[in-house]
């Protein structure tokens, strides 16, 4: 059966609602440019649908394209509507992590025909503190950048981490997962003088393909410029850094405070079943003079 996609297949095939300002920005000014997005995107989703079976195709393009019902289905392909529901979440799920592999694979191919760095470590960071305040991460990508007078107790004034150690009733493990990480990173890094830029916000379910390859791109240019990128929810409620990467591999290179070394495919950032979706910080460059000072 030969289907005519458009260039974003319904929210119920795939569950990803997100748009990505930059790439709708970049669209918007440039005509020849939207036009290639939307030939790729619509390849890509084919791509993803091909590593179906036919049947799980044909029903899969039915229930999205066709607004077919489960017991549509069932009664058009004779088979019981329980089956229907197996078949639909099943597929669903392999033609989004196929999705998500094409994005990925497409973004190898693109760093290869730029010329950049396909695979870069640094040496793996190493604090004496626990990672659990945003302000000791920053603290120690700091100390890696050559600006190492900055004190925990003044990053956590500035950051204001130690106005937040509070503990409610009925508090538990997930409560630090309400917590604005963004906000208070960029709070941080304007009130330092430096520019940086974050992925991740409370409320955020999930993330799309481009969205993975934006937190993937930050990271790579940031280790090039030998620094780590934060990272929290890489573990369950844990800060981390990302300190290496891979494309050979598809990996990338993490460590928490217990200095256990890991490695995650690139297809699993941001994915790895943990709610809420993953937070990453990367510090960039002095633009200012610290706000003391100014």
Not at 193 to 219: K, N, V, W, Y
């Amino acid at each position: 059966m030969i289907v005519s996609f458009p260039m974003m297949l319904p929210d119920e095939l795939f569950s990803e609602t997100d748009v990505n300002t930059s790439r709708k920005t970049n669209a918007e000014s440039d005509p020849l440019h939207h036009m290639l997005i939307q030939e790729n995107e619509q390849e890509l989703l084919r791509n993803s649908l091909y590593s179906l079976s036919k049947q799980a195709r044909s029903l899969l393009t039915s229930f999205a394209l066709e607004d077919a019902t489960p017991e549509e289905l069932a009664f058009r392909y004779e088979m019981n509507k329980s089956n229907v529901y197996n078949i639909l979440s099943r597929s669903r799920a392999k033609a989004n992590d196929e999705r998500f592999r094409c994005e990925v694979d497409q973004h190898i191919r693109e760093r290869r025909r730029l010329g950049l760095p396909s695979t870069h470590q640094l040496q793996p960071p190493c604090y004496s503190r626990p990672y659990a305040l945003i302000s000791i991460l920053i603290g120690e990508v700091l100390r890696m950048a050559g600006e190492p007078d900055w004190t925990l107790t003044n990053l956590m004034g500035i950051s204001g981490d130690a106005f937040r150690l509070n503990v409610t009733n009925g508090c538990n493990w997930r409560g630090i997962s309400t917590f604005d990480w963004s906000y208070s990173t960029y709070r941080t890094l304007e009130r330092l003088g430096l520019s940086g830029t974050c992925f991740g916000r409370p409320g955020r379910a999930s993330i799309s393909p481009e969205h993975q390859i934006d937190m993937l791109s930050t990271i790579q240019d940031t280790i090039v410029r030998s620094l780590p990128v934060i990272i929290w929810n890489m573990e369950i409620n844990e800060f981390g850094f990302v300190y290496g990467y891979n494309d050979e591999e598809r990996t990338i290179s993490y460590l928490s405070y217990n200095r256990k070394i890991r490695k995650f495919q690139y297809e699993q950032l941001g994915r790895t079943g943990q709610e809420p979706a993953l937070f990453i910080a990367a510090i960039r460059q002095r633009v200012a003079s610290p706000a003391s000072e100014r």
